[in-house]
């Protein structure tokens, strides 16, 4: 199984600030691996997919890097609204893995 | 507009059994691969079972195997998740999520059907 290791598990921002989230993956996804954002009491959505494809409908402030074990979720300019929890996600194996999350909140 | 709506959540005593429903629209259901993903309570996302568009393949994540049965009705845009042999560590919100095109991630989630296992 594909371990994924976030960081930081907490990233205590302002808004207007830019958030760089981290996944590290055991072995290598290839540019197989996804970024999720939930919001409390809500389910997950989909932002980026396949390490750098925004999503249809996310706002270009989003955008993802990386391949092999290292990937990067980056947000510029935190809206309020971007106070969240991020998960990512890898396709190349089974079974599909996340990882423990990280929360950005607000500072 | 996609729209998934899960249903079938509920108390099941350890032991127990329970079916989940997800009503699909909005999209060509049968072509699209689906997936269970649970969330238990203050924990971070668990993918838990998938089935491709036809229904001939699928998958599940270890803990769940022989105990879970993921299933499609593509006549009804229905996908199944049949739960026998609860433990408490199956307690979550479960969502159904639609597969993304290539397979393997999610882009449309359901909102959730709470899951408690106890006696």
């Known amino acids: 199984e594909i371990v994924l290791t976030q960081s930081p598990a907490t990233l205590s921002l302002s808004p207007g600030e830019r958030a760089t989230l981290s996944c590290r993956a055991s072995?290598?996804?290839?540019?197989?691996l996804a970024w999720y954002q939930q919001k409390p009491g809500q389910a997950p959505r989909l932002l980026i997919y396949?390490?750098?494809n925004r999503a249809t409908g996310i706002p270009a402030r989003f955008s993802g890097s990386g391949s092999g074990t290292d990937f990067t979720l980056t947000i510029n300019s935190l809206e309020p609204e971007d106070f969240a929890v991020y998960y990512c996600?890898?396709?190349?194996?089974?079974?599909?893995?996340f990882g423990q999350g990280t929360k950005v909140e607000i500072k | 507009e996609v729209q998934l709506l899960e249903s079938g959540g509920g108390l099941a005593q350890p032991g127990g059994s329970l079916r989940l429903s997800c009503a699909a629209s909005?999209?060509?259901?049968?072509?699209?691969?689906m997936n269970w993903v649970r969330q238990a309570p203050g924990k971070g996302l668990e993918w838990v079972s998938a089935l491709n568009g036809p229904g001939r393949n699928t998958y599940y994540t270890d803990s769940v195997k022989g105990r879970f049965t993921i299933s499609r009705d593509n006549s009804k845009n229905t996908l199944y998740l049949q739960m026998n042999s609860l433990r408490a560590e199956d307690t979550a919100v479960y969502y159904c999520?639609?597969?993304?095109?290539?397979?393997?991630?999610?882009?449309?989630w359901g909102q959730g059907t709470l899951v408690t296992v106890s006696s």
């Open positions: 999520a639609k597969s993304g095109t290539g397979g393997g991630f999610f882009d449309f």
């Open positions: 909005g999209f060509t259901f049968n072509i699209y691969g």
């Open positions: 996600q890898q396709r190349s194996n089974w079974p599909r893995t």
């Open positions: 072995q290598s996804v290839s540019s197989y």
């Open positions: 396949d390490a750098s």
